[in-house]
């Protein structure tokens, strides 16, 4: 009679296995689109988007190119299809101010994604600003203002200056020139931030940290006006040139010659 119950028992349990539903799929739908512009066209560009990178790279061409991809996450692929539409791509250029949004419904049902890949002449200023994603931006030369929450900002042989703010996410700038005139000026809730200069550039620098570390290395001078474990400031090299201002919340702070 034991032996008779436990088969049961076990048929009775395969039986409850084979019956669960399973998990509900995802489906996710991709569109790519490119847009150009003659650079004669563009003095400087402004991309703003919801959950998605922006990357900028400087290109020798006659032409400023954004390649735009679109994405929709639904139920199955006619769900996705049925909203990957909702996500627009709005476009101005007047007086060579061209500006690109990704504009999209704040829904619990779907995911929604927009993020531009640019390639420019370096001439171009540039003005960036995305909400859960990361901006890149290399070998410009006329400078950046970029705003992310949710995300990070990298650069790599920037030229004319950067203002940069962060909201959760880290700050990592290389910086190929630091001018008269320009300024480093870099901020973030939680998260580091590493500022790489030429070994012989000459700024004031202002740097502190609520809960981290600052840090000045590499230079062949440094002068302090402050000099405390979070909070540093004086000027590195003769002090005549740039401007650096770094604040941070939670998170290390290094400004380090290249």
Not at 38 to 52: F, K, L, Q
Not at 119 to 145: E, W
Not at 188 to 215: C, K, M, R
Request: net charge negative; charged share 20%; glycine share 8%.
């Amino acid at each position: 009679m034991k032996k008779y119950l436990m088969v049961l028992f076990c048929v009775a349990m395969m039986a409850t296995v084979c019956t669960q539903e399973s998990e509900p799929t995802t489906y996710t739908v991709e569109r790519t689109e490119t847009r150009t512009w003659h650079t004669s066209e563009v003095v400087d560009i402004s991309t703003a988007t919801v959950n998605g990178n922006i990357t900028v790279a400087a290109l020798q061409d006659t032409l400023v190119t954004a390649e735009i991809t679109r994405r929709c996450t639904g139920s199955d692929s006619a769900d996705a299809e049925a909203h990957i539409d909702s996500i627009t791509i709005s476009e101005s250029n007047i007086e060579g101010h061209l500006n690109l949004d990704a504009d999209m419904p704040d829904s619990p049902d779907y995911n929604y994604e927009a993020e531009f890949d640019i390639t420019t002449p370096q001439s171009k200023y540039l003005d960036m600003t995305t909400v859960n994603g990361n901006v890149m931006i290399q070998d410009m030369i006329d400078g950046a203002r970029v705003v992310v929450t949710n995300g990070g900002i990298a650069t790599a042989d920037l030229r004319g200056g950067i203002d940069g703010v962060i909201v959760n996410g880290a700050i990592n700038c290389d910086m190929e020139a630091l001018q008269v005139g320009e300024s480093a000026l870099l901020a973030t809730t939680n998260g580091a931030v590493n500022l790489l200069l030429p070994v012989d550039v000459s700024a004031t620098f202002n740097a502190a940290t609520t809960n981290g570390e600052v840090v000045v290395t590499g230079f062949a001078a440094v002068t302090y006006t402050i000099d405390e474990l979070n909070h540093k400031a004086g000027t590195i090299g003769g002090g005549g040139g740039g401007t650096i201002d770094i604040a941070v919340v939670n998170g290390d702070i290094t400004i380090q010659a290249r």
